[in-house]
């Protein structure tokens, strides 16, 4: 009997010491999640505010230089055009690092929409025409004619893919060309194939310019073609649900090609026809409280004809948009006494079931997150800053179509 309760005594204790245990570890899982979620949620506001701090100094000197360089002899013209192209290419390398961490993340998503194809990809190449010009290659565009002129799909990752192929094949090569090639290869199938006459390299280091930061098989120094933008251009054409693929052969140069998915959509007429109807500049007004970039907006919107009025928070926008009428308003979101959330919030309430007033953001602000809090506050687009010039007048034209839909 004393053993059977010894024996019964030391199970109870051990039986003890397992539940205890499992508790402990349990409870220290937990906190280890805790502390996980913690730190992403860090990292991903400090990604924001860096991103943000970044962007709006950036939307300042990419915008003065390219309004100074038409201004300028052709010497002079040449070097500010350069700080322009350096800018940009730090801006992409912003964006790609917020979006690689988004992704990585699980936190990217598509946004779906009809867009003109031919418009986004003459974007994505127009976009590179400076770069290409300032190193003496050719860059060739060839969109097939049975081609939709209408589609269904995300045109802001279909264009960041395009970009970062193309900018990569820039890079590489020294002399010769760079060639787009838009095809149709089923019913609702696009095919992109990017050429170019770079060195090439060898077969076996081919699929290493997908992996961020790998040297591609050198080893003195990176690939020209290496970091996080094939790596993002891959990850992003999967998510689209295409396979982005890559060949070379030494002295050949190097060709990318993937196929997309785009539904065929019937041309919006009425809307275009509506559009043509309310032709003539523009009364835009443009929220944004850092002096550089009121001026900024204000001379892009000269070159495209348009009238800027200025309000330097929320609450004076609201002001300016009670009292006047704006086709389109650009809103800041960081800003002073009220910041653009708030005043998006005020003006749709003001509206109510008679919106609308086309919204669009114009943001340092540049997260996946970022864009899905402007547009649940009631924004109807999404602009980052730096803004290109074609950017802002395809964004402009998309919410006045809709508006006179």
């Known amino acids: ?17 397992l539940v205890v245990g ?4 349990a409870r220290r899982l937990q906190s280890a999640r805790a502390e996980a979620a913690r730190l992403r949620a860090s990292q991903t506001a400090f990604l924001s505010l860096m991103s943000h701090e970044l962007r709006t100094p950036l939307n300042g000197v990419i915008g003065m230089a390219d309004s100074l360089a038409a201004q300028l002899p052709p010497e002079q013209r040449e070097m500010v055009e350069t700080m322009s192209t350096c ?16 992704l990585t993340a699980g936190r990217l998503q598509l946004h779906p929409r009809e867009f003109e194809l031919r418009d986004t990809v003459r974007g994505a ?59 149709r290869s089923a019913a609702d199938l696009v095919r992109f194939e990017i050429e170019d006459t770079s ?17 591609a098989g050198r080893t003195v120094r990176p690939s020209p073609r290496t970091g996080i933008g094939l790596a993002l251009a891959r990850a992003l054409a999967r998510l689209m649900g295409a396979e982005l693929l890559a ?14 998915a785009l539904e065929s959509t019937p041309p ?5 026809s509506a559009l043509e109807a309310a032709a003539g500049p523009l009364r835009i007004l443009v929220v944004e409280d850092n002096t550089v970039n009121q001026r900024v907006a204000e001379a892009l919107l000269r070159k495209l004809g348009h009238r800027a009025d200025l309000a330097a928070n929320g609450q004076e926008a609201i002001e300016k948009w009670t009292a006047g009428t704006y086709d ?20 749709r309430r003001q509206e109510g079931l008679a919106r609308r007033t086309p919204i669009v953001a114009l943001t340092a602000h540049a997260l996946n997150s970022d864009r899905e809090k402007c547009l649940a506050c009631g924004m109807d687009d999404y602009l980052t800053k730096p803004v290109h010039i074609n950017d802002l007048a395809a964004a402009l034209n998309r919410n006045i179509r809709r508006a006179f839909a």
């Open 87 to 102: 800018g940009r290419d730090l801006l992409t390398l912003i964006a790609d690092a917020t979006d690689y961490t988004d």
């Open 268 to 272: 919006e007429e009425e809307a275009q």
């Open 247 to 260: 060949e070379s052969v030494p002295g050949k140069g190097m060709r990318f090609a993937f196929e997309l």
């Open 328 to 347: 389109v308003v650009l809103m800041d979101c960081q800003m002073p006494v009220m910041d653009g959330y708030e005043a998006t919030a005020e003006i």
């Open 125 to 183: 190449v127009r976009a590179q025409r400076r770069p290409a010009w300032a190193k003496g290659i050719e860059l060739r565009l060839q969109i097939e004619e049975s081609l939709p002129r209408q589609v269904k799909g995300d045109p802001a990752r279909l264009d960041q893919i395009l970009r970062s192929l193309l900018s990569s094949s820039l890079r590489s090569c020294d002399t010769g060309s760079v060639e787009l090639r838009v095809t």
């Open 1 to 17: 009997m004393n053993c059977r309760m010894v024996v019964a005594g030391l199970v109870c204790i051990l039986v003890t010491v």
């Open 22 to 25: 499992c508790l402990t570890m």
């Open 199 to 215: 060195p090439g390299m060898s077969p076996a280091a081919v699929d290493a310019v997908f992996e961020p930061f790998e040297p």
